[in-house]
């Protein structure tokens, strides 16, 4: 069972990891990204295409990267030209759209069938015991908290940090002020679309790597990030490493593996209700 449970923190750092950049993106930019893996998702696939034209591993998954990241910052620029004055469920709604449409694209540039990703890292890292910890999985849960100290010392010791949070507050008069507000919303779907393509590149190979099974990782990564209420970094991070551990945990008993798959709906269904249960209850009363 400890094997299980520390093999799950590998996808609980990737689930950590989108969590961040989920609160991020709603915090700063008021958008829900939904879209989120699906961009890492094409960025990776498109550094296999591209290496099975010949250039090395290394050169692939950085131009992939930089497809991830390029593709995130064309979404996060139509958003902030056609929609600036929209609310965060209007621009989560263009996600929405973003998410089946790099679905379906993935379809037509790649094929249906799933990629053979090279591991990028591969083999234990240490053991404890007789439990292995994986490369993969150090490196998740490492970049996860490096990510999120990184965002959180980039917003509280900056200067572009306070711009970022004057438009997140106050976009309008943050606008009139001379904080270029379109400028600043692209970089943060570049910069976020990066690391979530990164995230998906390392551990892409250890999952089930079809387009619709990764882009679908947005759920946990989802439910990780609403324990944190989409404000608190922190608590993103924790509870992505906890939701990888509980499904690793899950999946050494044959009767409860099942059950692995529908943790990450039910923590959102019960944050949901536990936020609604004043307004349930008024209406009880």
Do not use: H
Request: aromatic share 8%; with cysteine.
């Amino acid at each position: 069972m400890l094997q299980g449970a520390l093999a799950g923190l590998a996808a609980g750092g990737l689930y950590a990891v989108i969590a961040v950049c989920l609160t991020l993106m709603s915090r700063l930019v008021r958008v829900v990204n939904f879209s989120q893996v699906a961009i890492g998702m094409f960025g990776a696939y498109s550094a296999v295409l591209i290496a099975e034209w010949g250039l090395p591993q290394w050169a692939a998954t950085l131009c992939g990267i930089a497809v991830g990241a390029l593709l995130s910052g064309l979404i996060g620029w139509i958003i902030a030209l056609w929609l600036p004055e929209a609310d965060t469920s209007r621009r989560s709604a263009v996600s929405v759209a973003s998410l089946l449409l790099l679905i379906s694209l993935s379809f037509i540039v790649f094929g249906s069938k799933p990629k053979n990703f090279r591991p990028l890292l591969a083999g234990p890292a240490f053991s404890v015991g007789e439990v292995v910890i994986t490369q993969v999985t150090v490196v998740m849960v490492i970049l996860a908290v490096v990510v999120a100290v990184a965002c959180r010392l980039l917003l509280t010791k900056s200067s572009i940090g306070i711009r970022l949070r004057a438009l997140s507050e106050r976009p309008t008069t943050a606008e009139l002020l001379g904080v270029p507000a379109k400028s600043l919303s692209v970089a943060v779907w570049v910069a976020t679309g990066l690391i979530c393509t990164v995230a998906i590149s390392i551990v892409a190979p250890t999952q089930t790597n079809d387009p619709i099974s990764l882009s679908f990782i947005i759920v946990p990564a989802s439910a990780a990030a609403l324990l944190g209420g989409f404000k608190r970094l922190d608590l993103a991070v924790l509870g992505g490493l906890l939701l990888g551990v509980l499904q690793g945990a899950l999946a050494q008993f044959e009767q409860l593996s099942i059950l692995r798959n529908w943790v990450p709906f039910l923590i959102i269904v019960a944050f949901l209700l536990w936020t609604q249960r004043k307004e349930v209850w008024d209406v009880a009363r």
